[in-house]
């Protein structure tokens, strides 16, 4: 049940906070290097299903020196095969609940963004990485493989060839070569990447929420149809987004010059 203010009740792996219009929750789990054990996942899953409706971007970040050192291993020795189809179903199920869900999330990295927990930012709408940020999916050399939907979105941030050389030689990328590849689109300095993310929080929290709604469920949907689909789709959703009273409001404002005008990078 969503309300206007109240979060979902959290495991103690994950803190949330509100910072007006941006809910902010992060991993909490340094002494584990926020490895991300199944109530850790169930705890997002509920976050993001319970999202107050007030809340107009969310702001993801780990605390403590890594980001997330990924999957909890000392969970993995006891499961055969059907318990973990049904654990990674698990995965999908609460990162899809974040992806397509009521807010855009912006994820701040820092440290390790390794295995599931490259998987997690992956599942975001939009990366700031700090200078510390390294990314990694060790599951290769640990003889396992990626469960967390990282073969579905990995392939289209980086591509295919890119992440089969991570699986296969154990390959890890800067901040810096993360940024030119795509997987994040900002950089920070060291400390500064929480409130960069904020910052960029808070602005997609001034977008109409159809607009948000229009990036965040409909472009990744038209961005996978078959081209004919896809300009229909287009048609229908921005014809919709204009007809918004609100959007009819800001187009006013700008023609009336009391709106900002696009600036220089
Ligand atoms: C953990 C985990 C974990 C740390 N599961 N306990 N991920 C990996 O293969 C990455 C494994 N972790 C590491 O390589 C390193 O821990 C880090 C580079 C991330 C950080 O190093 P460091 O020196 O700061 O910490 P540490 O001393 O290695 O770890 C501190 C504690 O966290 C230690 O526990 P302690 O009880 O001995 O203090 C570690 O055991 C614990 N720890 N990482 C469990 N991952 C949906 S499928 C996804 C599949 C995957 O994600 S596979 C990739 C798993």
Do not use: C
Not at 32 to 58: H, Q, S
Not at 82 to 98: D, P, V, Y
Not at 122 to 144: Q, W
Not at 184 to 191: I, K, N, R, S, V
């Amino acid at each position: 049940m969503s309300s206007l203010t109240a979060f979902a009740a959290l495991p103690a792996s994950l803190v949330a906070e509100r910072r007006g219009a941006v809910a902010v929750l992060k991993l909490n789990r340094p002494h584990k290097r926020n490895a991300l054990d199944d109530e850790t996942i169930l705890g997002i899953e509920a976050f993001f299903l319970g999202l107050p409706d007030d809340v107009g971007a969310v702001l993801l970040a780990g605390e403590g020196d890594h980001f997330s050192a990924g999957l909890d291993l000392s969970e993995l020795e006891e499961r055969d095969v059907t318990q973990g189809i049904a654990h990674s179903g698990l995965w999908h199920r609460a990162f899809e609940k974040m992806q397509f869900g009521k807010a855009p999330v912006v994820a701040v990295l820092h440290g390790a963004v390794v295995g599931g927990g490259l998987e997690l930012a992956a599942a975001t709408h939009v990366r700031v990485a700090e200078r510390s940020a390294y990314y990694a999916l060790p599951e290769g050399s640990r003889g396992i493989y990626v469960g967390g939907g990282g073969s579905v979105r990995l392939p289209r941030l980086i591509g295919v060839a890119r992440m089969m050389d991570m699986m296969l030689t154990g390959r890890t990328y800067s901040a810096e070569e993360g940024l030119a590849m795509g997987l994040t689109t900002y950089l920070a300095e060291p400390g500064q990447g929480f409130a960069k993310g904020l910052e960029l929080a808070e602005r997609i929290a001034g977008n109409t929420r159809l607009t948000n709604f229009a990036v965040t469920h409909a472009l990744p949907r038209i961005a996978e149809s078959d081209p004919a689909s896809g300009y229909a789709m287009e048609a229908l959703m921005s014809s919709i987004a204009q007809a918004d009273g609100e959007a009819k409001a800001r187009l006013k404002a700008f023609l009336e010059k009391r709106a900002p005008k696009v600036t220089r990078p």
